[in-house]
C-alpha cells in the first residue's frame, strides 16, 4: 500500500511504500486547508534505507493509515 504525502524539503509531493517504513510518527497539524474544512497531519517517516521524510499528508491519507492500524494489518 502507498500513502500520498507532501515533502515539506522538497516541496512536492510523493508516494511512500507502507512496506518500506521503518518508523512512523504522526500528530495534528496546525495547517488548516483553505476554503473548505480540512485537517491535515505532520508526518516523521523514517524508511528502512535510510530517507527520513518530514512531510503533511490530508485527511483521506491518514484515514486510511487508521483503517490499517483497525484490521491489524502489517504496515
Same mark, same amino acid.
Given at each position: 500500500?502507498?500513502?500520498?504525502?507532501?515533502?515539506?524539503?522538497?516541496?512536492? =509531493?510523493?508516494? &511512500?511504500?507502507?512496506?518500506?517504513?521503518?518508523?512512523? +510518527?504522526?500528530?495534528?497539524?496546525?495547517h488548516r486547508g483553505g476554503m473548505v474544512s480540512e485537517s491535515f497531519y505532520d508526518v516523521f517517516?523514517?524508511?528502512? =534505507?535510510?530517507? &527520513?521524510?518530514?512531510?503533511?499528508?490530508?485527511?483521506? +491519507?491518514?484515514?486510511?493509515?487508521?483503517?490499517?492500524?483497525?484490521?491489524?494489518?502489517?504496515?
Amino acid at each position: 500500500m502507498r500513502l500520498s504525502i507532501f515533502c515539506r524539503k522538497r516541496g512536492c =509531493s510523493q508516494l &511512500i511504500d507502507l512496506s518500506q517504513m521503518d518508523c512512523l +510518527q504522526v500528530s495534528q497539524s496546525e495547517h488548516r486547508g483553505g476554503m473548505v474544512s480540512e485537517s491535515f497531519y505532520d508526518v516523521f517517516i523514517s524508511l528502512k =534505507s535510510g530517507f &527520513i521524510f518530514d512531510a503533511t499528508i490530508e485527511d483521506k +491519507q491518514h484515514d486510511k493509515l487508521l483503517e490499517l492500524i483497525e484490521c491489524d494489518q502489517k504496515i
